[in-house]
């Protein structure tokens, strides 16, 4: 796990090739059937023989939350046991491994009404009402992170219990039936953002271009997760005429690096001290 695609593939094709295993995929771009290119899927030679699962086998119109990824992994794993073999996950979203070993919280569904008032106020009012009904969330979120400040208030005024209550009754989490042999990887940050820039340009000289062309013809809903995925925004204002082809490669390359900044962070910080890091 961490923020650099290669490393981990390597390793893993490495210690699959050691015993009878499977590789499955935690990478939440790379679940999607239409991100061949833009998300480094591996390809059948790179795939170097080994059973690879949870690859391109979700539709680009559909949306895969971590709840349904951590489903899937689950049952990829006790087929990899059944089958003795050794399960081998790989990929750097962070909140999917989280929520496969952890679990998630039982949060009920979100009264509708509350949701719709809730989602229309203004951030700061958002942020004092949450101050007042879960204080503890409030102290925990940045003040200007709408969406996280909006789902703890709708979520205490929908339930009544704060998110603190929910997070303390997580459930579905499998860390207690396995044994995990985690190792996060951390390359140096000059030698892994040289990586990002080599990464975009790779991609556009291997059909990215052509991939987000035939994205844009399904005519997908701004809001499905791979529409945001990074490359195809930049991709599609190229296509579109907004801007030329070096702004476009200027801004999906600055927005790897930031991604990868965050995945490193992210992974450094919130993974157990106990976890070792390479």
């Known amino acids: 796990m961490g923020p650099t695609a290669s490393g981990k593939s390597a390793l893993a094709l490495e210690l699959a090739k050691k015993q009878p295993s499977v590789i499955i995929n935690a990478d939440s771009a790379q679940v999607y059937a239409d991100l061949q290119v833009l998300s480094a899927r591996p390809d059948e030679q790179e795939m170097g023989g080994v059973d690879h699962r949870l690859y391109g086998y979700i539709d680009g119109a559909e949306t895969c939350s971590a709840a349904r990824w ?39 569904e979100i009264d509708a009404t509350v949701r719709t008032q809730v989602r229309q106020m203004d951030i700061a009012d958002a942020y004092t009402a949450l101050e007042e009904e879960d204080p503890a969330s409030a102290q925990r979120l940045n003040a200007r992170d709408s969406s996280r400040v909006m789902r703890a208030l709708e979520v205490v005024r929908s339930s009544g219990k704060t998110m603190g209550h929910w997070h303390a009754h997580m459930a579905g989490g499998i860390a207690d039936e396995i044994n995990l042999h985690p190792l996060v990887l951390l390359p140096p940050r000059i030698w892994l953002y040289e990586r990002c820039d080599r990464r975009f340009q790779n991609m556009l000289d291997n059909g990215a271009k052509e991939e987000v062309t035939a994205l844009l013809k399904r005519d997908l809903s701004d809001d499905c997760p791979i529409m945001r995925a990074i490359g195809v925004p930049e991709i599609s204002a190229w296509l579109d005429g907004e801007i030329n082809l070096e702004e476009a490669k200027t801004r999906a390359m600055a927005a790897t690096r930031q991604y990868a900044k965050r995945q490193y962070t992210w992974f450094r910080n919130q993974c157990p001290d106990d976890w070792p890091r390479f």
Not at 90 to 98: A, E, I, N, P, S
């Open 70 to 108: 951590a489903n899937d992994a689950k049952t990829e794993i006790a087929a990899a046991h059944e089958q003795e073999r050794l399960p081998i996950l790989v990929g750097g979203t962070g909140l999917y491994v989280r929520t496969l070993l952890n679990g998630i919280a039982p949060i009920p």
